[in-house]
């Protein structure tokens, strides 16, 4: 995601708060504000005794995690390959090393297709969490019309 993607992203993100914030105002709801965005509208859900953002929410949070988690092993042997090569033992042939150790390559392809996999279902539920999820919530809250 480039820089001014991330900036937009959080302006509207501040913007959506401040919005969630003055209809609890307003409508004078029981609900308690946040300053996080999401904690904000699981609370809102929350009175409103349903789930679904925050059962979305976690599992984003989860594969988020199991992506690093997959990904950690690579990023270690990539580094410790560089490190060797470059530092330790500069004569040594690391590529060669890789080669005729096939399990040092496969094991890490698999890894960052598990790390591909993981990345899509994790863009798949936050275009389901904020395109649709927070849609309905603002529905039921009957902000559409601010």
Not at 24 to 34: A, F, H, W, Y
Request: proline share 3%; charged share 20%; with cysteine.
């Amino acid at each position: 995601m480039n820089m001014g993607k991330t900036l937009l992203s959080s302006m509207e993100f501040s913007q959506e708060l401040d919005m969630l914030h003055k209809h609890i105002t307003n409508r004078e709801l029981p609900v308690s504000k946040s300053d996080s965005f999401d904690k904000q509208c699981m609370l809102l859900e929350e009175s409103l005794g349903e789930h679904a953002y925050q059962s979305t929410y976690k599992k984003m949070k989860k594969v988020n995690i199991l992506s690093g988690l997959f990904a950690l092993p690579v990023l270690l042997v990539v580094a410790a390959a560089f490190i060797y090569g470059r530092w330790i033992d500069r004569d040594y042939d690391v590529f060669g090393f890789f080669v005729d150790h096939p399990i040092l390559y496969i094991v890490p392809a698999a890894l960052i297709v598990v790390t591909l996999v993981l990345a899509a279902f994790h863009s798949a539920l936050r275009r389901k969490l904020y395109g649709h999820i927070y849609l309905e919530l603002k529905s039921k809250l009957r902000m559409n019309a601010n």
